[in-house]
């Protein structure tokens, strides 16, 4: 059933076999590791626990859809003036893709074999990578991510529970072996250990979840990366053996390929939901989105993006004003005092401290009662 309909692994799975994912979670919430993704600290309990989330559930189908990419994303992050989106987002939200597909298998599951079912894809409290390893779909890596040994990093995870009593697969045991290269290639250090991360520190986080201000130690490290990251996703050496997807649907729409920055910059509201229609990245808005373009921009070297910039010191959005203010100071370090009447007509703090950083000078420290912006999971 599961690959008539486009899956490429399917595993099943008893809803107790979640095992220390639970604990890790806890772990996980306790250290604010999660940031401002508030929704998973709420109701733990149906994260640890299938059986909370729907107490009928005896069985859980997984299933995989493979993503891979034609290309290796991380030739992107050497061309500065492009915007690098993460493969993931390149083509049709994948909830929008998968949801029917596994509607569409319950249907028929319980037609011929009784009981009942539930579908779930990335947005219940479902701990789907766990749950994949114990059904024999992969294991998670280091990044803590799933891994398969035929499809690499490269899989999105579907759920279906049921009530009927199914045969559990074996679980996949962990090939990661010695190898680090998912956690030394982190541009942002957010794996403190391996299997843990901090996801106040990871990119995708940062440019996709992440509400306020990026924290001003992590901007320079972001790159051109404007929508998530897969920097550990792409280097895995599993991945060797993953084929590319040939799933219509999936497949990336050349202007999330490699977009200019100087195009982005400029996008409205009206614009930015226009071309991001059926997309992920929709979901994040119009502010935040161009909160990333501007850093990147700010990363790019390109004095010539200036002129772009100056344009969103005036934007509607103070989040966007705030990096708009940074990117100018990185591109053109002068033109910020050109400007400074700008500055005295800001009622946002964090602007205005933004402002009050860029015409200081190199090593002039600020006021004591001066709001300090990147601490914590700001």
């Known amino acids: 059933m599961a690959r008539a309909r486009g899956f490429d692994a399917v595993g099943v799975v008893h809803p107790e076999a979640i095992g220390e994912a639970g604990r890790r979670l806890d772990v996980f919430l306790s250290e604010g590791a999660h940031g401002d993704m508030a929704w998973l600290a709420d109701s733990p309990e149906r994260r640890r626990d299938p059986r909370v989330l729907w107490p009928p559930v005896r069985s859980i189908v997984m299933l995989g859809l493979n993503y891979g990419p034609e290309e290796d994303p991380l030739v992107r992050l050497r061309q500065r003036r492009l915007g690098s989106i993460s493969v993931y987002a390149q083509g049709d939200d ?15 599951l319980i037609t011929v074999a009784g009981g ?6 990335d947005t219940a409290a479902v701990m789907e990578k766990p749950l994949a390893g114990a059904g024999g779909l992969g294991w998670q890596g280091k990044h803590t991510n799933l891994v398969s040994r035929s499809f690499g990093s490269w899989l999105f995870l579907g759920a279906i529970f049921t009530t009927l009593e199914l045969a559990a697969d074996v679980a996949e045991s962990d090939h990661c072996g010695a190898c680090r290269a998912c956690l030394d290639i982190c541009p942002t250090n957010a794996f403190p250990a391996p299997y843990r991360l901090d ?3 990871c990119i995708s986080y940062l440019t996709i979840e992440h509400k306020g201000p990026i924290p001003r130690e992590l901007r320079a490290l972001i790159g051109n990366r404007i929508y998530g990251c897969d920097d550990c996703l792409a280097v895995c050496p599993w991945n060797k053996f993953a084929q590319v997807s040939r799933e219509v649907r999936l497949a990336a729409r050349s202007q999330f390929h490699a977009p200019l920055l100087s195009d982005l910059v400029e996008l409205d509201d009206r614009q ?20 990333n373009v501007l850093i990147a921009i700010g990363n790019s070297g390109d004095p010539g993006l200036a002129a772009a910039v100056e344009r969103r010191l005036c934007d509607s959005s103070p989040l966007v004003r705030g990096a708009a203010v940074w990117a100018l100071s990185r591109l053109a370090p002068a033109r910020p005092r050109a400007l400074a009447d700008q500055r005295l007509e800001e009622t946002d703090q964090t602007v205005i401290e933004e402002w009050a950083l860029a015409l200081s000078e190199p090593g002039e420290s600020l006021p004591g009662d001066w709001p300090r912006l990147g601490g914590g999971d700001r």
């Open 116 to 121: 009942d079912a539930r579908v779930f894809i």
């Open 272 to 291: 930015f939901r226009k071309l991001f229609a059926k997309s992920p990245v929709k979901r994040t808005g119009r502010d935040r989105f161009i909160r």
């Open 199 to 201: 996801a106040r520190r």
């Open 94 to 108: 994948y909830h929008d893709v998968i949801k029917p597909r596994l509607k569409a298998i319950a249907h028929e």
